[in-house]
């Protein structure tokens, strides 16, 4: 009898343990809605500025507290498949496999397309050329040493903008020469400004939206033209050309929720592809995925 109760303690343990995590888990839940409570929003760190006027207008607007942690977009994922937080904001969907990881949690993904980005490429302002081409750039990546491109700066070796260019040139990594990474866009934005002949890779958002630290650097850089592949035309990281399709290093924007129950990811995803979220993406110089409507109010008789 005794030899039954000492096996059976690790078993009552262990539901006492699986009890109080649920009841935690069900007591969070009932202290959050779409619209109130608190909650971390995990954050790619090339975007980051757009979605703090997001949070600054939504905490404004309603009884809820956000907590924005930018990271990498692998250091963004590896903390989104942990659980630190179950509502993320990336340049891409989730891959079949981080799909399937949470199917088998039961949880149906929510994605929600909030904008249209753009990659921008920076040099010096004592580089005379601003135009750029993309099959340059991809034999660079490649390895290739008879191009014009001295190096490439990027902002973090696990960031969106490494893979968004490795897949594009079709290569597994950056090569090993020729290649400077930081950790944020901020310093990105300093070395180009201060070494000509590098080319600087960035999410156009800290350009649109500079912060204190990069705004004195921003006058000693040139935002390049770039022509695509198999192109003849070069064309500028601009709204009018996002929208158009024509500028090669646009990419979309997504919020991806996996709360699996209606909370802040939810509230917060219908904000942002909403009138008010879609003015703020339109003011913020990217591309809208709804375009806000504008009331015009005719007179018939002026006074």
Same mark, same amino acid.
């Given at each position: ?7 059976? =303690?690790?078993?009552?343990?262990? %539901? ?13 839940? &009932?202290?959050?809605? /779409?619209?109130? @409570? ?26 809820? *507290? ?20 179950? /509502? ?11 799909? *399937? ?9 929510? %994605?929600?397309? /909030? #904008? ?11 580089? #005379? ?8 750039? %991809? ?6 040493? @008879?191009? *014009? ?28 020469? @020729?290649? +400077? ?7 990105? %934005? ?26 004195? =650097? ?14 003849? &035309? +070069? ?9 158009? @399709?024509? =500028? ?12 699996? =129950? ?6 917060? #995803? ?34």
């Amino acid at each position: 009898m005794k030899k039954i109760k000492f096996l059976l =303690y690790p078993f009552f343990f262990f %539901v006492a343990v699986l009890f109080v995590s649920c009841k935690q888990s069900e007591a969070k839940k &009932s202290k959050e809605t /779409i619209i109130k @409570g608190k909650t971390v929003l995990l954050v790619d760190e090339t975007i980051k500025p757009l979605i703090e006027d997001q949070i600054a207008v939504f905490e404004n607007t309603y009884e809820a *507290k956000i907590i924005l942690e930018a990271k990498s977009e692998k250091e963004l994922m590896q903390a989104f498949l942990k659980d630190t937080s179950r /509502i993320v904001v990336l340049s891409r969907q989730l891959s079949v496999d981080e799909a *399937k990881f949470f199917e088998q949690l039961n949880i149906k993904p929510r %994605v929600t397309k /909030i #904008a249209t980005d753009a990659i921008a490429l920076i040099s010096n302002k004592k580089d #005379a050329d601003t135009l750029i081409a993309m099959k340059d750039v %991809v034999a660079f990546l490649k390895g290739s040493a @008879g191009t *014009k491109i001295k190096g490439l700066v990027f902002d973090n070796p696990n960031s969106s903008t490494v893979r968004f260019m490795t897949t594009l040139a079709g290569v597994k990594e950056v090569p090993h020469k @020729g290649v +400077y990474s930081f950790k944020s866009n901020e310093e990105v %934005v300093k070395f180009v400004s201060e070494n000509d002949g590098m080319i600087g890779v960035i999410g156009v958002n800290w350009l649109l939206q500079p912060t204190v630290n990069i705004k004195d =650097y921003l006058t000693n850089i040139n935002v390049l033209s770039v022509q695509g592949l198999n192109k003849n &035309s +070069y064309f500028a990281p601009t709204q009018n050309n996002l929208a158009e @399709g024509t =500028y090669p290093l646009a990419r979309d924007l997504f919020i991806i929720n996996c709360q699996g =129950y209606s909370g802040l990811g939810m509230g917060f #995803a219908s904000f942002l592809a909403g009138e008010i979220g879609q003015r703020i993406v339109l003011k913020s110089g990217m591309l809208p995925t709804k375009m806000p409507g504008r009331k015009i109010l005719i007179k018939s008789r002026i006074k």
